[in-house]
């Protein structure tokens, strides 16, 4: 007989009534969208770095938003080195992200399953 699992049921959540997972949904905020009490798990350094990534880019984009009222484009090859204003931008979003990358590693350290690998 197929499994019917139900979402509490589910192949990655066979250990109770919250998410398992390798990477977490987010909101635009940046704050997970998954089940209270949710862990992460498989390789540490894997969901370390792909919450990093998936803040970093989400902090810059909201930073851009913030400062420009639009999101950037991948820069030109040849393009000259940006005016006083852009840099302004460019060390915002670095710092942005930076931020987020450290909240990435936090947020995964606190709630990463050992045993789930």
Do not use: W, Y
């Amino acid at each position: 007989m197929p499994d019917k699992a139900t979402p509490t049921e589910s192949k990655t959540n066979i250990g109770g009534d919250h998410d398992r997972v390798v990477m977490a949904s987010r909101l635009p905020d940046g704050t997970p969208h998954q089940t209270p009490g949710f862990e992460f798990i498989g390789d540490r350094q894997v969901a370390i770095d792909a919450a990093k990534h998936q803040l970093r880019e989400q902090a810059i984009s909201a930073k851009d938003v913030e400062l420009r009222g639009a999101s950037t484009a991948e820069a030109d090859a040849e393009a000259s080195k940006p005016d006083a204003e852009v840099q302004k931008i460019i060390d915002a979003e670095e710092t942005a992200g930076a931020a987020a990358e450290k909240m990435a590693e936090a947020e995964v350290k606190s709630r990463h399953n050992e045993t789930g690998n």
